[in-house]
């Protein structure tokens, strides 16, 4: 309206008092930027979406303006929100950034990107060996085979039950990864541990010596980690700026360096440079990148198809391999020799390896995907009836489900929609699938779901023969809904965390006795125990952020009375 009445353009707030079209008139009448500014500073804070902060900074020059030495309304109140999420920012601007509220608003889409259900998920890994969690305030377990030191507890003795990693009692913890032997945490600080095997130089310390206890990947220091993952023999790490980072052995190409040696210390991957990562995964041997703009990226070995560019070649640089109908990938996972892609619009797809994991029908496979057998891992492959899938494939099994996150095993798959049921399909060797029927389809697990009296699960996780789901149980008028973690499948050197090495059939709570916090018992290593449930997960998502909320206000005015 200013434009037409011959005004000049200016700020279109109402009441903004900015130089420009209606705000002349009113220059003189109490407006917006009439408030202190510390109060203009919480109100964009609180603004719905990161979205909505970006169209106050346009619109408002006066609210994106920095002040004489002091930050913009809209940067300040883009660092508020991330303090109220409890993001750790970096102590300087990345380089590639041109100011401090692009950096932010983009830091905060990537993390809404791994929402609660991400969250969970990254707080629970697993691997063929061996097994890790967080609980929320930061503490990490372990439990199963010890070899090597990648428990982290200073031995090689396995531990049937999860037990606390005392030399980790200083780190609060926000994720874990597992690889066969070897194990990464992410501290909140942006700051990666590692321990295990370190053949290859995969724990990224220089050498390949073996790390019996964790230790700080010093050749991170500078970069704020906010993602780990691990595969057999190397490692990822996705930096808070859309940055990766891969060491340890090179096969097939999964560091994506373009070489075949082992990097003993971390190293960027290059060809990222100008793209942001929003998300990594890892396989024994393959390496899963997706793109803030939903965009997947694989490299590593090609065996059995498992990359999905429609072919077996290795790929020694990440590849964009092309998702049907142009989907933005939301979350993906990576199986010994499958894949599997969930979508943002909630369908899964699969590539790879032909067995039951897959969850196809034979009608889903068309001409391109099957292209022949040739996966080179001998015989039991898969059905006679069926051929290694080389490109990703629409899952019709699921159609009718919006799946939000998946995991993949060695031979079986487990995926969770979005009203909290998980189904599983694959072989059923060990009882990985938690159901008692006797089929390899999709199909939901008992116990999961939004029904009354079910979990409604949160996340989930699966290994060679092992699944893991992360799950609510419902509250009472009393206390807020518990979440507690599940497991079924094979029980091998305490994989599962019951406390014996059996096979568990059905869903089995990790529950070491009460209360719901991870508590290590006062003693020597030999006799340390967990007394709680397993995850530690006290309340559901959102009243975790609230109770670490008022922890942290606790805390502060504590220290300051101290002081």
Not at 178 to 187: E, I, P, T
């Amino acid at each position: 309206r200013s434009m037409d009445a011959g005004q000049t353009p200016g700020c279109q707030t109402p009441g903004c008092g900015a130089p420009g079209g209606d705000a002349l008139a009113a220059r003189d009448a109490p407006g917006l930027l009439a408030l202190p500014t510390e109060i203009l500073v919480r109100v964009v804070s609180l603004l719905p979406a990161p979205e909505d902060v970006a169209r106050a900074a346009i619109c408002c020059k006066a609210l994106s303006a920095p002040g004489p030495a002091v930050a913009s309304v809209v940067e300040q109140a883009l660092r508020r929100r991330a303090a109220r999420a409890q993001r750790a920012l970096p102590p300087r601007l990345p380089a590639e950034e041109s100011s401090w509220t692009q950096f932010l608003l983009w830091d905060e889409r990537r993390a809404r990107v791994h929402d609660d259900r991400a969250a969970a998920a990254a707080r629970v890994a697993c691997s063929s060996t061996h097994s890790l969690t967080v609980d929320p305030e930061g503490r990490v377990a372990s439990f199963g085979s010890g070899l090597f030191g990648c428990l982290g507890h200073g031995d090689e003795a396995p531990r049937l039950e999860p037990r606390l990693i005392r030399a980790l009692s200083h780190v609060r913890a926000v994720a874990v990864a597992a690889g066969r032997y070897h194990s990464l945490v992410l501290g909140a600080d942006g700051r990666v541990y590692s321990f295990g095997e370190g053949r290859g130089g995969k724990l990224g310390h220089g050498g390949c010596e073996d790390q019996w206890e964790p230790k700080v990947v010093a050749g991170l220091a500078g970069v704020h980690v906010a993602a780990v993952a691990a595969g057999d023999d190397h490692s990822v790490c996705l930096g808070a700026d859309g940055s990766v980072y891969s060491f340890g052995r090179a096969k097939g190409g999964c560091l994506g360096h373009g070489v075949k040696h082992s990097q003993g210390v971390p190293k960027r991957v290059a060809c990222f440079r100008g793209v942001r990562v929003a998300a990594v995964a890892c396989g024994p041997d393959r390496t899963a990148l997706v793109a803030d703009g939903g965009a997947l990226y694989m490299c590593g070995d090609g065996r059995a198809g498992a990359l999905g560019h429609g072919g077996y070649a290795p790929c020694f640089f990440p590849v964009i391999i092309e998702v049907p109908g142009g989907s933005r990938v939301r979350v993906v996972a990576l199986g010994a020799w499958h894949t599997l892609v969930a979508a943002e619009d909630g369908t899964v797809y699969a590539f790879g390896q032909a067995h039951s994991a897959l969850g196809l029908r034979p009608g889903d496979v068309g001409p391109a995907p099957r292209a022949g057998p040739g996966c080179g891992l001998g015989p039991g492959a898969g059905p006679d009836s069926m051929e290694d899938v080389l490109v990703p494939t629409a899952v019709s099994a699921l159609r009718g489900r919006r799946v939000v996150a998946v995991a993949a095993g060695d031979t079986h798959s487990a995926v969770l929609a979005d009203d909290g049921t998980v189904l599983t399909f694959g072989l059923r060797t060990g009882g990985q699938l938690g159901r008692a029927d006797g089929g390899e389809a999709p199909a939901p697990v008992p116990g999961f779901g939004p029904a009354p009296g079910q979990a409604r699960a949160v996340a989930v996780a699966a290994s060679m023969g092992v699944t893991f789901v992360v799950g609510e149980t419902p509250g009472t008028e009393q206390e807020h809904a518990r979440t507690a973690l599940f497991s079924f499948g094979c029980g091998d050197d305490g994989r599962a965390g019951l406390g014996h090495q059996g096979d568990t059939l059905l869903p089995a709570r990790l529950t070491i006795g009460i209360p719901s916090k991870l508590t290590a018992l006062e003693g020597g290593d030999d006799t340390s125990t967990v007394r709680s449930s397993i995850a530690g997960y006290l309340h559901d998502a959102h009243n975790v952020r609230s109770y670490a909320r008022v922890e942290a206000a606790v805390v502060w005015h504590h220290q300051c009375w101290c002081h």
